[in-house]
């Protein structure tokens, strides 16, 4: 009886020996799997919130230099000289959509700058003023014809009442 034990006691060893392999097998392929599904599980900057915002950033870093056929494509602009501080300066309130759809003369754009200052806490360009505005006239001048020439031979008619 005493052989028989003995067995009895190596066939409980092996037996947990099998269990503990299967168990590590089985969380080893777990997480096999969700690496599978979740290959950034382990990518530290996906965890911090200080890597989430690197990769934002290099991202809209991207984008935010990428100019396609002569347009800056983040904006709308124009590339030329001068498109820099037109957008440090000019798309911080409002879109550059509303810089883009006006096209006006230098005094124009000139007095516009000058009543956002004046009434929109628009702040003092300093320098960059002429550099913008040249960049605005350049780019977005008032267009020859804006407006369709005027109608000619015409036949008016009398309104009845
Ligand atoms: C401090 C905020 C601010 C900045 C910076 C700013 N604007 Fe404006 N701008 C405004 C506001 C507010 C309006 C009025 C928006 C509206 O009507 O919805 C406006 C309107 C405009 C308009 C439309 C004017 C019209 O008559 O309809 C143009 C064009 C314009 N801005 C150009 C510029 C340019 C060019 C720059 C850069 C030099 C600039 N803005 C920077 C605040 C700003």
Redesign the pocket.
Known sequence: MKNGSKLKNEFKKVFRMVVVTVIIVAVFSLLLGYLLINPKFFDNENHSPKGAVETILEKDGDEYVKIENGIHVATGFVDAPGMQE?IQ??????SSK??IQ?R?TKER?KT??K??QET????D?GKN?DI?IDY?VTNYPPKEKGRRENLTNIEWYQLKD
């Open positions: 037109t300066n000019c798309t911080n309130c409002h509303l810089v006006n006006m754009w516009t700058i009543w956002m929109q806490n628009l702040w360009l003023e913008i605005l």
